[in-house]
């Protein structure tokens, strides 16, 4: 999953596990006071889809009613 205009994507460590990363405040996700990192692949993908379903839409809904065009980023890796 590398959406750059989703709000949470999955990026994998060096250790091969995977975390949820929120690209709006540039840091890995939390929900419940849990980061979420250390997932499999398939974890941090589904969580990823949730939480976007659920608050993805904040930063879409930010950019309309400012005008502001968020510009594509490049998919992330921690530690590369």
Known sequence: ??????????ICDPLDLWMVWDNQTEEPASFGGQILHGLTERHAVEVAKIM?????NEKRD???????????????SAGG
């Open 52 to 56: 976007n379903e659920l608050y993805g």
């Open 1 to 10: 999953m590398c959406s750059t205009d989703q709000r949470y994507d999955v």
């Open 62 to 76: 930010a950019a309309r009613s400012s005008g502001n065009d968020f510009s594509p980023t490049a998919c992330r």
